[in-house]
């Protein structure tokens, strides 16, 4: 639903915007260009026509160019979320929430997303959005676009695409594809037949697939297949289960009880040797850390008393704040023994060579445009990454996933000038990533000022309209 209030905040904006193409000059900044963990004093950064023009301690500034003071600030690329969800499809298909999540995500220098439901309309209006960002028409983050999600008969969800026989898979992977999609995203009800039938059709298409571990398969077997990335930790629990192959099939067990007994019979060797294949076989993992704090958690008093509602549409944070349905399964001490678990087990992998995403999950309860971003940073350096490792997964590591390292993830000539401008070291503390002094996209210069009036705007939007 569209609203009058919030176009006035932001079109004339938009219009400054499209209109100032001059170079702009970072000079004397501290630089962390993500090549390497090493900070670079004294440098400039200069920005022409979009892109980065020019690195180095001596650069000669265009005498037309808007000159930015950087003594005491510090510069990295801007961050990509790499799991979100734009788009209503879940139970609104044909809505989206980009008025409200573009000028949060842009505000907290979250200039990149990846996008994990993006059905065939979706992937044309994806399109229109970043024909006027890159106009200077829109104020947008770039978007990796995905599929419409692809589920076994019946499916989780309403407005997935079912599909109960492999032909009907290799169909869905085909249009899909010949629509636009950037990759197919599986999901859990597929037959074991079916999901090989994508994955073999999706190797044929030259498209990845991506996404949830099947109930019916291990992830073991997901990343054999060719699965790019396995999301939110799905089939992690099952496969590192010293029953794995008894608990997959039962079905005499309530999911709590299932979720109690695969956590008792929880292997650390199993899990190791898994973490292993990943590596050899470069599977990704978007582990959505943020979520699973959630969902640990969000009984707890702080997520209700979090500042950040008012950036979340009214009805739909009132229903977030109401109790959860049903009792509590179990105990607070329980959940959050299992949740830093969960952490342990990211600091593991990476120890082992597994490829790891930030992503957050945004369109879940509690999980906020932009600031969640820097909430999964923060809990992947106490998983046991350094803040330079953190922000790999939110930078250079994206660019790697996305086969676009000429364009993304580094601060080098050539490459596209999306920036943050931050007024603290990012790797001393990996939270200096809020301290925000100003964030570059696509070449223009959004200052705190600016910022500023982004997040008002978007306070307003969110508390007078509705998702």
Not at 38 to 53: D, P, Q
Not at 80 to 95: C, E, R
Not at 364 to 373: E, I, M, Q, T
Request: charge should be positive; charged fraction near 25%; include cysteine.
């Amino acid at each position: 639903m569209k609203k009058i209030l919030f176009t006035l905040v932001i079109i004339p904006f938009l219009f400054l915007v499209a209109s100032s193409q001059s170079p702009l000059a970072i000079r004397n900044v501290t630089l962390i260009d993500m090549k390497d963990a090493r900070s670079k004093v004294g440098m400039t950064v200069l920005v022409e026509n979009g892109k980065i023009a020019g690195v180095g301690s001596r650069l000669r500034i265009p005498g037309n160019a808007t000159v930015i003071d950087g003594r005491g600030k510090f510069l990295i690329p801007g961050l990509w979320d790499m799991h979100v969800h734009i788009f209503n499809n879940s139970h609104n298909a044909g809505t989206d929430n980009h008025e409200l999540y573009f000028p949060l995500l842009i505000a907290n220098g979250v200039t990149g997303v990846r996008d994990l439901w993006t059905d065939i309309e979706d992937q044309k209006l994806v399109r229109q959005w970043q024909a006027d960002m890159a106009a200077g028409k829109m104020l947008a983050p770039r978007i990796a676009p995905g599929s419409h999600i692809i589920d076994g008969s019946p499916t989780h969800l309403p407005n997935m695409l079912a599909v109960a026989t492999p032909e009907e898979a290799r169909r869905a992977v085909r249009s899909q594809k010949e629509a636009g999609a950037g990759f197919i995203k599986v999901y859990w009800r597929l037959r074991p037949d079916v999901y090989a039938a994508i994955a073999d059709e999706s190797k044929k298409l030259g498209i990845p697939f991506a996404g949830h571990v099947p109930f019916a398969i291990s992830a073991t077997t997901a990343s054999n297949s060719g699965q790019k990335s396995i999301e939110h930790f799905t089939g992690m629990l099952e496969t590192c289960s010293s029953k794995e192959d008894e608990l997959r099939t039962a079905t005499n067990l309530t999911t709590p009880q299932l979720t109690a007994e695969l956590w008792r019979t929880y292997d650390e060797q199993k899990c190791r040797s898994l973490y292993a294949l990943f590596a050899r076989n470069k599977t990704w993992q978007v582990p959505t850390t943020v979520l699973h704090r959630m969902l640990a958690s969000r009984r707890n008093e702080d997520f209700r008393k979090d500042d950040r509602l008012k950036f979340v549409w009214r009805m739909e944070a009132e229903e977030w704040l109401k109790p959860p349905a049903g009792p509590e399964r179990f105990t607070a001490e329980v959940r959050s023994q299992r949740f830093n678990k969960l952490l342990e087990a990211i600091g593991t992998m990476h120890k082992l060579g597994v490829p790891i995403l930030a992503g957050t999950d945004l369109g879940n309860p509690f999980v906020f445009a932009g600031f969640s971003l820097h909430d999964e940073l923060e809990l992947f350096v106490r998983s046991g990454l350094t803040p330079f490792q953190a922000l790999q997964t939110a930078t250079i590591n994206p660019a790697r996933y996305l086969g676009r390292e000429n364009e993304l993830g580094t601060i080098e000539k050539g490459k596209f000038a999306d920036l943050i401008l931050l007024d603290a070291d990012p790797l001393a503390d990996v939270r200096n990533t809020t301290n925000i002094n100003a964030v570059i996209l696509n070449g223009r210069l959004h200052d705190r000022k600016t910022l500023d009036a982004l997040l008002s705007g978007a306070e307003k939007n969110a508390s007078e309209a509705q998702p």
